[in-house]
């Protein structure tokens, strides 16, 4: 089964930045759409940002207020998600996730592949 793999987590103080990377050699752009999500712990995960099937369009939910982008996919198949101005409510497990037949990727009932996702700890 192909597999996503999330990375670039950690330990940041806030209003500090991460750039968190998700692995996707298996999932062709023009047949798959793909999103980042958080899960806070009891919640269920809920999407920061989406990228469009083909890669170049990119969608994020008013919570994230800017803060995060999602840079146009590259050639080597990495999904990258810029976080800036880190608070500490972002502290959470995030996830990217693949969407087969979706035009975008924002609902998480429609992932149909997830990456093992990366811990994000925004702390002085």
């Known amino acids: 089964e192909p597999r996503l793999v999330d990375s670039g987590g950690g330990l940041v103080q806030p209003g500090g930045s991460l750039r968190l990377s998700c692995a996707a050699p298996?999932?062709?752009?023009?047949?798959?759409?793909f999103g980042w999500f958080r899960r806070r712990p009891g919640h269920e995960r809920e999407v920061v940002a989406g990228i469009k099937r083909g890669g170049k369009d990119t969608y994020y939910p008013a919570i994230v207020n800017g803060r995060f982008t999602s840079p146009q996919v590259d050639d080597r198949h990495m999904l990258n998600l810029q976080m800036n101005d880190l608070k500490d409510e972002a502290t959470d497990t995030y996830y990217c996730g693949a969407c087969g037949t979706s035009l975008w990727c924002r609902n998480p009932h429609a992932v149909g592949y997830w990456g093992p996702g990366t811990q994000v700890t925004v702390s002085s």
């Open positions: 298996e999932f062709p752009f023009n047949g798959f759409s």
